[in-house]
């Protein structure tokens, strides 16, 4: 039975459930890009091969619709099904793939060598993974199209210009909802059944509508000539169409480039822009809606649509430069708030549409109008799969040209003006096709004026590289300083690299104006990245001096790698760098990354790490992972509990896995999130500062991880790095150590943050709030400086050795060992105590040696005297070993007034002196003393938490958690509480005790 609706309400109606079904469809692609990034890895190939498996079942589902759908009387009940099986398939992809990849990696993958045939298996598995819905997404606009064109026929114009806005509109909703709402809310597995469930409801509802709506498909229709469309001109619409299509996409991975260096390249900008390029077409549909059915010849018309695309396309790089000083603009006036961030978030959107939507508002146009063309000539209701299809193909080759060979070729600029010079193209072929029969100035015209516009554009625009490595977006400056000499840049595969020299001599490299790495090529000190790049290469040597293969994740500016083959002992080092561009930058560091290229020990791959590791299948002593900041789009992966448990594949039985995390732009929710991570798959680890803000980690592949090591130390090669950073002794690097699993854990778990997983990326969706609020896990850092050497104490590691450590820029643990060691030297040696020696602390140890010389003092300078030693022992205990802190005591305790002092005094005294000989037993028995004798309104909140600290770290390195638990009882019997939040490091101790049994 056929019906023949006349009230528009039914075709409201069926636009209204198409919008739903572009918000799922974009949400499997952005999702499916997660999924698969797991098993094929970051690398722009894999990212743009599937890419290409998606878009390419697309094309192929459309291509079918087209090919069959004249069979079918109706065509919305087979959308409807499309629709169904497409939900389906959406429910049970998360819990597929998980089991896939388990067996891939775990299974599959260690029992092959070729690293041919694992690539090959890997590409077959997710082909198949999402190559069947492809397809029936690609076949829903063909079927949805033709269905309402059937049941409406006079108006096939506006229902193609209405369907392609409802769907791209669904389409930008459905990216902006997924990365700011579902994923956040219930990670990519609650994201991915959302769209199944959503699915599911559209086909119920699709078929409850469709099932008595039947309407066969139209004879061909002639063309106003009365003869079908030809062949061949079909042809060379299809022809056309993928050119257009190509265009647009060169447009778009230049776009998103040019874009990232103003607006950041975290996840959420790719997002935005993404959502403001698919806002355009969506617009285009819209504008084309009511007008197309209208217009006599619609090739003309899209003719000149693309040749105003191409225009608009090549004006957008002039607007481009000023983007630069739109974003400093408003960074300079936006608060470091969560409602900032909003505002930041709305400036990043507001730019890409400015940049993006004319060009794309056009591009929005072309697919209705080649098909509304080929309608118009008779094509019948088939050419709609068909444009669909050739517009999909034309998207894949776009991608894969663009990003393989366009953008590396000619950069960015070159690439937008390609594409804008190739939409001109296709505008003119079309006006030639269209055959005006009056106006023959008409092509000339429109060729003259795009050659001049492009002429004026391309000779007068010129991207600075000042601009382009400035990173606006994380300070708000528009370039780097006028004096700064930009040595290399280039627009790589996956990222634009800068090389640049400082005025006062400092190299960097920078990816998306973010700098990774840095050298000071003019001095004898090394920079706070310099004393990264040697710790993270002599670190593990110390603690695994039988390591002899090492692989390095990311080559940055090559000194890592250089410095780990200054060790004579090590046969291969495999650096792993997923961009060329960045190697070849890195050359210009010259000697101090001279052996990652000149050593026969060293072999750089160009791959993305997680592809090299599952390809070769190789195991290693050691894996260092050196990877940017976790706001950075596809670095946080490196964090996730999934990484770690697949990298333990490729560690050797007691192998190390070395990671730099940043403290900047971070906290310590973020930080916590990896650790709860790490935790989970590596037995022990151990943290080192390499200055405040960051830090590396080392995770053992089973077993305790060994003590230090001098050897490497004293290794040739490595002598001119270790003097630049100042690591001349183990003294160097034990004072820079955090602390041990068994130390931090339970203080991490106590964050209420979860494990970051690439199925719920909490570090990937949170880091970029941080970056913007500017935000630090510094907190962590300052465990350093507990009044009581809490670390050392617990960890029963030393940090405070008898030569105290070298200076170090931005962390000041070095600097106290050096100020404690002055003020035990001046006191033993009687020197006269002067400020300019020992800073503010001078006073302070004057006046209290002037009270301590007076036999009979009064009751105030009693308590003058108290709060002077605890300032000392402040200074003094967390940063000499007991071998020196005793003398120096002792050295306190002979003045003449130390036995006129109160009883609490002196109890305050020797409490001090037992903390300075790590006498626990006696620390504990002060600490419950002056609980209990103490009034309770004398117990400043500093004095409070100190003895909460110096009781409980002498129960727990004690082992005696009783002990610990009792004191803490009594301080709640005896004392009030303390209306101050707690101290990090009481923190720490208050969860040691929570989690010991």
Known sequence: ???????????????????????????????????????????????TLVLAIFMGGMALGAWLASRYSRRWSNLLLGYAVAEGLIGLLGLTFHPLFATVLDALYLSWIPALSDPATINALKWTLAALLILPQSVLLGATFPLMSAGIIRLYPDTPGATLGML?????LGAAAGVLVSVFVLIPAVGLPGTIMTAGILNVLLAIVMWGIAKERRAPAPAESASESGQPASSRLTAALLTLALGSSLASFFYEIGWIRMLSLVLGSSTQAFELMLSAFILGLALGG????????????????????????GLCAVGTLPLYNASFDFMAFMLGGLSKTDSGYTLFNLTSQTIAMAIMIPATLLAGMTLPLFTYALLQRGAGERSIGRVYSANTVGAIIGVLLAVHVVMPAIGVKGLVSLGALLDVVVGLALLVLARPRSRRWELPASAGVAALAFAVVLLAVRFDPLRMAGGVYRHGRTQLPPDTEVQYYRDGKTASIARYLFKDGQMVIATNGKPDASAQTRTATGTLDEITMVMAAVLPLSLRPDARTVANIGFGSGMTTHNLLGADRIERVDTVEIEPAMVEGARGFGRFAERAFTDPRSRIHIEDAKTYFSSHNARYDLIISEPSNPWVSGVASLFSEEFYRYIKNHLNERGLLVQWLQFYESNPMLASSVFKALAQHFSDYV??????????????????????????????????????????????????????????????????????????????????????????????????LAPIPVLEMLDGQRRAGETPATRAPLFSAPDSQQRAARIAETLLTQQPITPAQLGPSGFDLQLLLRELAVSAPQQPADDIVRALLLKTAELINPYLPASRATPLWDYLASQPGYNALSEATRDWFTLHRAVGRRDTPAMAALTQRL??????????????????????????????????????ELFDAHQKPIDEEFPLHLQLLLRQLATRS
């Open 931 to 968: 609980i209990e004798t103490t009034p309770k309104d004398k117990l400043s909140p500093h004095e409070a938490t100190y003895l909460l600290t110096a009781g409980l770290t002498a129960g727990l390195a004690m082992g005696d958690k009783a002990k610990a638990d009792a004191l803490l």
């Open 1 to 47: 039975m056929t019906s023949r609706p006349t009230s528009p309400a039914l075709r409201i109606a069926l636009y209204s459930l198409f919008v739903l079904s572009g918000f799922s469809g974009l949400i499997y692609e952005s999702i499916w890009s997660h999924y698969l990034k797991l098993m094929l890895g970051h690398a722009a190939y894999a990212q």
């Open 286 to 309: 819209l504008w084309i809606r009511r007008r197309l059915d209208r217009i006599a010849v619609p090739l003309r018309y899209a003719g000149y649509v693309q040749v105003l695309m």
């Open 164 to 168: 392609y806005f409802t769907n791209s």
């Open 687 to 784: 943290v080192f500062n390499t200055d405040s803000l960051d830090i590396l980690i080392v995770a053992s592949n089973g077993g305790p991880l060994n003590p230090l090591d001098p050897w490497i130390l004293a290794e040739p090669k490595l002598q001119e790095a270790l003097n630049r950073v100042g690591i001349r002794s183990l003294q160097d690097i034990q004072v820079r150590r955090l602390g041990s699993k068994a130390l931090l854990q339970p203080l991490f778990a106590a964050f209420n943050a979860p494990a970051n997983s690439d199925f719920f990326p909490y570090l990937s969706l949170n880091a970029p709030r941080s970056r913007y609020l500017q935000e630090t896990a510094v907190i962590l850092s300052e465990l350093h």
